[in-house]
């Protein structure tokens, strides 16, 4: 066998340093620890850095939650490009633990679900003291699927101090029509016998809490979702009340194909918001 000309292999050892260079310049994605007071346990998290993350700057970030029964690699392992995207628009992307079924409440059924203490205090306090952030509300942002959708709402609204834009993609905004499903009832109580606690505790009751332009807003669902109703509703009482918002309706069911192309158009939204001018 012939040996391979001296000028063929050089110029292969430098494409493979180059390639080398380039892979150790490419998005970044950890998988951390974090400890919950509320909870008194250890959550997993994603941390998604961009390329040539390093720390003489500081950088904007995404919440991005994940729906009922995943969990905080759902949106890695299931949906292509959030990964990209932290390249794309120079931003930290961090995919927290909500549970099985916590729907991002701090439970008053069960004090084992403390997931907006953990999410909206906890969390965003241990990202900041870890990472390189933009540690306030113009540099945070937060979205969802499903009950994450709904779970990004609800902790954007009640924490308009921590978080400046917020987002869902297919988010079950209205809790009220579906009393018996997605463990719900086990968060607060059955509709029937606790009615205030699900009436507080729906996003579509919570508008009261927004003033125009006091929070950036994106939100999404497909016409086939049997969340689209419910977000119709939204956009509509977000319109009567006169609360500037992005409403995006597609054709798309509740499902990863929807999502995989939403959360693109979610980043792309919160990219703009981080960067608008004051």
């Not at 086939?224 to 109703?229: A, C």
């Amino acid at each position: 066998m012939k040996r391979m000309p001296h000028y063929c292999r050089t110029l292969l050892l430098a494409a493979a340093g180059l390639f080398n260079t380039m892979a150790a310049l490419a998005f970044q994605t950890d998988t951390v620890e974090t400890y919950s007071a509320a909870m008194k346990k250890n959550i997993k998290a994603v941390v998604i850095k961009p390329e040539g993350y390093n720390a003489s700057k500081n950088y904007p970030v995404v919440y991005l939650l994940h729906g009922y029964s995943d969990n905080y690699a759902g949106w890695v392992k299931k949906a292509t490009g959030v990964q990209e995207a932290a390249d794309r628009y120079n931003m930290l992307i961090v995919c927290p633990d909500g549970g099985f079924s916590s729907w991002y409440w701090d439970s008053p059924a069960d004090p084992a679900f403390q997931y907006e203490t953990y999410v909206s205090k906890e969390l965003v306090a241990w990202v900041d003291s870890h990472y390189k952030t933009i540690a306030n509300r113009k540099g945070r942002a937060i979205t969802g699927l499903s009950m994450g959708g709904h779970g990004a709402l609800y902790l954007a609204l009640r924490h308009q101090d921590v978080f400046g834009a917020a987002g869902s993609m297919s988010g079950g905004v209205d809790i009220r029509p579906f009393p018996n499903n997605w463990d719900m009832a086990k968060r607060l109580g059955t509709y029937a016998q606790q009615p205030a606690r699900w009436e507080s505790h729906t996003v579509i009751n919570m508008l009261h809490l927004l003033t125009p332009n006091a929070l950036a807003l994106i939100i999404d669902c497909g016409t086939e979702d049997f969340f689209f109703k419910v977000n119709e509703k939204l956009h509509e009482e977000l319109r009567y009340r006169n609360i500037p918002h992005d409403y995006y309706v597609r054709p798309g069911a509740h499902n990863w194909v929807y999502w995989t192309g939403a959360v693109q158009h979610q980043l792309l939204f919160m990219h703009n918001y981080f960067n608008a001018k004051p």
